[in-house]
């Protein structure tokens, strides 16, 4: 039985999309199940799975992928679309499975997960608690655990302190916002999970993973995809400005916060071979992935808008006005923690992993994935929606103040 959808699950531009994907598994293949598996993270390691080896890839999520994501025959040998809090479903997705990665949850930045602790906390520890026992039950040999660098103490990340954070400081516990608390119970549930069966855990703390096909409008894109689609969007508004209702148009990004707060992100292809290392490894401790760059929001978005010029410089209709865009401060804004950042020591020492991608080069192929998506948005918004609803998309990132998408791209 499938739970009911939830009030954002449908995509107003696509309300039917379902998918249908399998091919036969013999009685032989090894199995792993990526959970999540078309979401942003887990759809580029389950086609890396689906390149690399020779397992049968289950992908289960609750959304088949939108146009513009991965395809389901790139990331898996076979899809399930359902509910992973319902245990039934989650039995479905782990059947025989040697492996299992869980990606699944309720997921956002600072926009989404700021005042949405109880919605996120137990969206999520619905998904792990199901997820923890059919893993038991179903001797599952290996799982992987998606956590985040939330699990760490608030104090150790205001100004003033040496904020990168290493794998050792999470205890004692003050983690941040219910998403953060729920991460670290459920990592500790899987240790305990693991000591007491033959079950053998990995565990992931993400810091700010970016890239292309994450989520980039809708109120969940983290600060670079939503910095580079604000300056699409600013763009857009340019273009369409002698429209009648755009005589109030201010050409300027708006930035949360003061911009001093200090954030690294870390590519996608680099996060991947890092979980794959991991996952292949005997380190059975919480381990960071993430970069240990840090960088200012306020510095951030400047490199987004260079990024933002170089992709649009090969397509665009419009160039941005001179003289560059103002920033404007919206001191309201959910701002999260003052400053994050990867101690990356532990990773090294034990996988010899280090992140390859500068953050530069990571968002220059960002900016190409957004610009090329917010064209495409265009054009078929503009076949099923009107001239207003397209001038408020690129004035507010979203289709309705109601609606949170976790997806958006379309073909
Ligand atoms: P994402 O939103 O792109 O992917 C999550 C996927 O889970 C989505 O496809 C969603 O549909 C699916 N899902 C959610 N609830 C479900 C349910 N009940 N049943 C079935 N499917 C469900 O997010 P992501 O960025 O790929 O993150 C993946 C994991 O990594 C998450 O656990 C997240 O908390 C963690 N993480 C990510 C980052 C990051 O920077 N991306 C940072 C820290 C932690
Ligand atoms: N999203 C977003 N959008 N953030 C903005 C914006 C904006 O337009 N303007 C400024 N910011 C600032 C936020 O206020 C925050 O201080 C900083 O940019 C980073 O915000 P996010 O990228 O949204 O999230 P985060 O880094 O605080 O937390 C993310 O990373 C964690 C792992 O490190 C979240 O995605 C968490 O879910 C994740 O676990």
Redesign the pocket.
Request: glycine letters at 20%; aromatic letters at 10%.
């Given at each position: 039985p499938d739970a009911p959808p939830r009030p954002d699950a449908v995509d107003p531009l696509y309300p039917d999309l379902e998918a249908e994907f399998t091919v036969s598994v013999s009685a032989f293949s090894y199995l792993i199940s990526v959970l999540g598996g078309t979401g942003f993270i887990g759809s580029h390691v389950a086609k890396r799975l689906k390149e690399e080896t020779s397992s049968h890839v289950i992908a289960a999520d609750q959304y088949a992928p939108m146009p513009g994501h991965l395809p389901l025959e790139a990331i898996c040998d076979e899809f399930i679309q359902c509910d992973l809090r319902v245990k039934s479903n989650m039995e479905r997705a782990l059947r025989g499975c040697q492996e299992a990665f869980l990606f699944a949850a309720d997921?956002?930045?600072?926009?989404?997960?700021a005042g949405n602790d109880f919605e996120v906390a137990s969206w999520n520890i619905q998904i792990t608690i199901s997820f923890a026992s059919v893993c038991i039950a179903e001797r599952i040999e290996k799982v992987f655990f998606a956590s985040?660098?939330?699990v760490y103490p608030e104090p150790l990340q205001k100004h003033g302190h040496a904020f990168k954070l290493a794998e050792d400081s999470a205890w004692p516990a003050d983690p941040?916002d219910g998403?953060?608390l729920e991460?670290l119970f459920s990592e500790r549930m899987l240790e305990y999970s693991s000591n007491e069966t033959s079950t053998s855990i990995r565990i992931a703390?993400?810091?700010?993973?970016f890239g292309p096909n994450g989520t980039w409008y809708g109120g969940r894109?983290?600060?670079?995809?939503?910095?580079l689609r604000?300056f699409a969007c600013l763009r857009e508004l340019q273009f369409l400005k002698p429209h009648k209702y755009l005589q109030d148009h201010k050409n300027e990004l708006?930035?949360?916060?003061t911009?001093g707060?200090r954030?690294?992100f870390c590519y996608i292809t680099d996060a991947v071979d890092a979980v794959l290392l991991l996952m292949n490894s005997d380190v059975t401790k919480p381990v960071n992935i993430?970069s240990d760059r840090d960088v200012s929001?306020l510095d951030?978005?400047h490199l987004c808008e260079e990024s933002f010029r170089l992709a649009q410089s090969t397509g665009a209709e419009v160039p941005i006005e001179e003289p560059r865009l103002q920033r404007f401060h919206?001191t309201e804004?959910?701002?999260?923690?003052d400053c994050?950042s990867s101690d990356n020591k532990f990773i090294k020492e034990t996988l010899g992993w280090e992140p390859l991608t500068s953050l530069e080069d990571g968002l220059n192929q960002t900016a190409v994935f957004i610009v090329e998506q917010h064209r495409l948005l265009k054009k078929n918004v503009l076949k099923s929606h009107s001239m207003e609803d397209w001038i408020r998309f690129n004035q507010q990132g979203v289709f309705s103040t109601h609606v949170l998408q976790t997806r958006g791209p379309v073909t």
């Open positions: 997921m956002g930045g600072m926009g989404y997960l985040s660098a939330c941040q998403y953060g991460k703390r993400f810091h700010n993973i894109e983290k600060a670079p995809a939503a910095f604000k708006i930035i949360w916060g911009g707060q954030r690294s993430g929001i951030l978005s919206d804004g959910p701002i999260g923690v994050r």
